[in-house]
């Protein structure tokens, strides 16, 4: 299974940015996705997932309001639309593929399969 994200980049306080992932070698709809991110010298943080058939999402509380995690499942991807950037945002951004059929997971140990990670870098 293969995982790769894209969309990272520079951006300053309060603007946008939309990451995706593409999956590769493993029935992409049915398992739930994640959102993780890791900022420098701190542990991997859960940021949203969404279920296999995207009628449940989830959110950590720091981005609520500001992010939407979809998915596509026709196209094997997932999303992440991060609006109103705040420098606390900045961070290496890794999408991952639950082990789970059903539901959301916040914990790291539910997911099988990583991305490479894109970076985020938001800027005042």
């Known amino acids: 299974v293969q995982l790769q994200a894209s969309g990272g980049g520079l951006v300053q306080a309060g603007g946008s940015l939309r990451l995706s992932c593409v999956v590769s070698?493993?029935?992409?709809?049915?398992?739930?996705m994640g959102w993780f991110r890791q900022a420098p010298g701190k542990e991997r943080e859960f940021v949203a997932a969404?279920?296999?058939?995207?009628?449940?999402?989830s959110y950590v509380d720091s981005v609520k309001g500001r992010f939407a995690i979809s998915r596509d499942n026709a196209n094997n991807r997932v999303y992440l639309q991060m609006n109103s950037l705040k420098l606390e945002d900045t961070a290496v951004y890794y999408c991952a593929q639950s082990r789970l059929r059903y539901g959301v997971s916040r914990s790291l140990n539910e997911y099988d399969y990583w991305g490479q990670g894109t970076l985020v870098t938001v800027s005042s």
């Open positions: 969404i279920s296999p058939n995207g009628g449940i999402i």
């Open positions: 070698g493993r029935t992409f709809s049915g398992y739930s």
